[in-house]
């Protein structure tokens, strides 16, 4: 059974992080961003810019030439690189080692960016996937990654919104149905294997947003940010009805979000706070939590019809200092 637990105002002041006195840039976390391809450099802008007004101490982005230069127009003090320097970098050596990796914020699903998002799994630091990065969760490699990530306690977060989301169960059924193949159906296995697949083929992201993120995070062996007008953060976990699960929900929003761009925001939100060494559910639903201020903010302001996704960056730090 998934129980539903309000994250709110309370909570998010709980869970908001605070600096230490002799903190430097490298303590308070580097986030590595690979973000904003040939196709959608504003959306690696919006994420990178996001991930700097936050937690983190570092933000390093790869990406490509549009989305370079923009940023270091915008905020100078993000580094950039080359993406392909994420392939060479060493990932392991301090003090520029990351804290967290976030990945698919305006990539494209060509074989360029399938590399990075191999290459990224493959990080031992905790990673989020965004955007183009979940059009790969099809993928074998793909899944075999995650569940090793899972296995060595890597904490992956998956940011799907409903269309995402509905791609991601079908894909666990479709896998489910391979092996259901692979059992007489008098096994045992089958029946179980199958029963799970239709449990997958039936999980509604809309109409049970709580239910179908507990299933997505099962099933990935990740965090499940699953957006929304309200949004639901489940951990792995709930694996059969008769599990007691409990999936956190943030209902602040505002339809001011449904706006181009927004997601990418989030997603930067999220890596600055997992960079900054939260434990993932609280940076999740944190992140969530003051994304979705700072749209109302911007709502209140500026008229809820004006709301972009540069203003709901630009409302950020007012919605920290709300929690104050
Ligand atoms: N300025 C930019 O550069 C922007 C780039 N973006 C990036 O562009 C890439 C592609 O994103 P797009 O915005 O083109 O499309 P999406 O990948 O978000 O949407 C693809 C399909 O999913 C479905 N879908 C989308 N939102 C849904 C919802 N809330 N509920 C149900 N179904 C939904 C729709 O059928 C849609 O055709 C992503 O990597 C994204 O990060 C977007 O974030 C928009 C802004
Ligand atoms: N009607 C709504 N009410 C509240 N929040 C919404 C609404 N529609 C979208 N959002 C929020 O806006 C963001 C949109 O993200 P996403 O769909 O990934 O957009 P994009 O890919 O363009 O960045 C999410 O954080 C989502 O929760």
Redesign the pocket.
Known sequence: MVLEKQFGEADARAALPHLKFDDNKFTRGMCELIV??P??????V?ASLAANSLAAGYVTTYTWKDAARAIRAKQPSIVVRKPKEFLTRDHTAAPGKPKAVVI?????PDDEAAELVLAALQVEVPLVM???ALAFMNRADVKEALVTRAKNKFPTVLTP????A?RLLKAEAERCAEQESLFDTSDPSWQWVHERGEQYAAADP?ADPAQAAALIANAYGAVCVL??PDTYISVPGFVQESDEHTVLVVTEGTPALAK??T??VLAGTIGSFVASGMALEAACSLGVFLHARAGRLAGEALGELCVT?ERVLHYIPKAVCSLA
């Open positions: 904003g391809g196709e959608f450099p504003g959306a690696g919006l698919g914020c305006g990539l494209s965004d955007g183009g919104h409903a269309g995402e509905a809309k957006k929304g181009a761009g997601g990418d996704a």
